[in-house]
């Protein structure tokens, strides 16, 4: 059974700083590509970084670049996203997902999807 699990998510003031992450199982981690996405209240989902699991960023979204890390760790099959100075336009519902190939802005490349961790930050 596939399984991505994200952790991490809450309630934060400007400038701060949160980590989520994403537990993967039930498929072979290490050759996929792993991806977070966002999603605001009315608003697309958007992705926000990809990463292969060999530990090559593939992609960062101008809007979270020089804010955001992705990164992951084989050994535990998790992918990570750090956050910092959160700015309140980051409010969203972040979603792991993960898909064959690491193409940017290509949300049908993604084959499964975690149920979504909430981030808020407050102004």
């Known amino acids: 059974q596939v399984q991505l699990v994200e952790s991490g998510g809450g309630s934060v003031q400007a400038g701060g700083s949160l980590r989520l992450s994403c537990a993967a199982s039930?498929?072979?981690?290490?050759?996929?590509?792993m991806g977070w996405f966002r999603q605001a209240p009315g608003q697309e989902r958007e992705e926000v970084a990809s990463?292969?699991?060999?530990?090559?960023?593939?992609y960062i979204a101008d809007s979270v670049k020089g804010r955001f890390t992705i990164s992951q760790d084989n050994a535990k099959n998790t992918v990570y996203l750090q956050m910092n100075s959160l700015k309140p336009e980051d409010t969203a519902m972040y979603y792991c997902?993960?898909?064959?190939?690491?193409?940017?802005?290509?949300?049908?490349?993604?084959?499964?999807w975690g149920q979504g961790t909430q981030v808020t930050v407050s102004s």
């Open positions: 039930g498929f072979p981690y290490n050759s996929y590509c």
């Open positions: 990463i292969y699991t060999g530990g090559v960023p593939t």
């Open positions: 997902a993960a898909g064959a190939l690491c193409i940017p802005k290509r949300e049908a490349s993604y084959k499964y």
